[in-house]
């Protein structure tokens, strides 16, 4: 047995920085748990202006000399994207030591290579923190229900859309204003394409799922539709006329036909847990055939939530390097033999809440219901509200369906929208079902 153990940090951004914070302050608590001194040897960054003060002395500008230090036990990676974080990862495998990771990009892209390599040298991979904050998701699928065979998961995974969703729905706020406010409280990037275009979803529900069906499921593979276009006028409608509120969810499930996968707006009633998780918090119910259904709800975001699962992995990790056992065992183990068929999202099936802005005259409903029934859509419920434009004449119907499968929908929302009635394209939104 060690009496130390050693890790060096690369990355000292929010979250790297709060990792330090959370060793600091709880050490009196985390190091019986590991029966060792856990020391920190080594602390990186491209700015020297984000290393606090009294770690200057241990302060590396460059990441090579964290990874090919032999003192170093384990490399934490928290610097984010592709690259050099890729390579970081790869180079402290081939080094024999554990990484600890947060880089839901690099894992969702790169998920055969870097699990190929630390089985190949004996090492390990552990990222609790990639997918929902601090919500312990990934011990959950890898451990704790591992005696599952996994039908399904949905989750609430990006709090930045989540907050957007939030204060649209509750505040009443259009797409623009909801964003312009998660920018200045913080949850959204000054770019925040990758949260709003659904891309920081895909790439966590493609590890989720490469997790549970033991496959590399890559992000492309994934239909992914992004929040911009849900307008304050849906929101309204959803949530007053049909007790609905959107979420964007990451939805992987097992169908007759393989694996659907999607990444898109949902509308959820606001009768189930998920229409009450707001703001930065994030929520996924996975479905097992033993457990049936268990929901974890968390705070998927900010510096202490994510330290709280890196810190995790560092507890886990240090054990077995403190009883010699590190990378006897694959943490993760793929099956590059496995092939699973994925399914576009065409193959979804659910009720949909359809808007269309038309003229206002005799005739266009039964119109717009004939080109759905053609298409095999059936129509549970319409509600139709006095032109909003005397001068255009256009008005809102906003129809509900009974389950239809989205390909036939499209198909008719492509003849309808070319129809002389149409002004604008019409909106359809997939209502979940539990």
């Known amino acids: 047995m060690k009496k130390s153990i050693n890790i060096g940090i690369i990355g000292l951004g929010t979250v790297g920085r709060g990792v330090i914070q959370l060793l600091q302050r709880n050490r009196s608590a985390i190091e019986p748990r590991i029966a060792a001194q856990l020391k920190l040897r080594a602390v990186c960054d491209r700015r020297k202006s984000r290393c606090p003060k009294e770690l200057l002395d241990i302060f590396y500008p460059n990441w090579q000399k964290v990874v090919n230090d032999p003192e170093i036990d384990i490399v934490i990676e928290l610097i984010g994207g592709l690259e050099p974080a890729r390579t970081i990862i790869l180079t402290a495998l081939k080094n024999k030591k554990p990484v600890v990771t947060a880089n839901k990009a690099v894992l969702a892209n790169h998920w055969s290579e870097i699990f190929h390599t630390a089985r190949q040298f004996h090492s390990l991979v552990y990222f609790e923190a990639s997918v929902g904050g601090g919500i312990p998701v990934i011990q959950a699928i890898n451990e704790g229900l591992a005696g599952n065979c996994f039908s399904r998961i949905v989750g609430i995974l990006n709090g930045t859309t989540n907050y957007i969703l939030t204060q649209m729905a509750k505040k009443r706020l259009d797409f623009r204003t909801a964003l312009h406010w998660a ?252």
């Open 183 to 434: 920018q200045k409280k913080g949850f959204a990037e000054a770019n925040p394409k990758t949260d709003i275009a659904g891309i920081d979803t895909a790439n966590k529900l493609a590890i989720l799922s490469s997790l549970a069906w033991n496959i590399w499921i890559k992000p492309q593979k994934i239909s992914v539709v992004g929040i911009e276009g849900i307008t304050l006028m849906d929101v309204i409608f959803a949530d007053e006329e049909f007790g609905y509120v959107p979420k964007l969810l990451g939805l992987s499930q097992v169908t007759s036909e393989g694996l659907l996968l999607v990444v898109r707006p949902f509308l959820v009633s606001k009768d189930h847990p998920f229409s009450k998780v707001d703001n930065e918090f994030n929520a996924i119910m996975i479905k097992g055939n033993a457990v049936d259904e268990v929901m974890l709800v968390g705070r998927g975001a900010g510096a202490m939530p994510a330290a709280s699962a890196v810190v995790s992995d560092i507890i886990f990790l240090a054990r077995q390097i403190n009883s010699g056992l590190a990378g006897n065992l694959p943490y993760v183990s793929p099956d590059h033999k496995k092939h699973l068929r994925t399914v576009p999202s065409q193959k979804l099936v659910a009720p949909f809440y359809l808007r269309f802005m038309t003229v206002d005259r005799p005739g266009v409903l039964s119109t717009i219901s004939g080109y759905l029934a053609r298409s095999n859509v059936s129509i549970a419920g319409v509600y139709q509200k006095a032109p909003l434009d005397i001068r255009r004449r256009a008005v809102p119907i906003v129809i509900l369906t009974h389950p239809a499968k989205e390909g036939n929908l499209r198909r008719a929302l492509e003849r309808i929208e070319k129809l002389p009635i149409s002004r604008t394209r019409p909106v359809f939104l997939p209502i979940i079902k539990f």
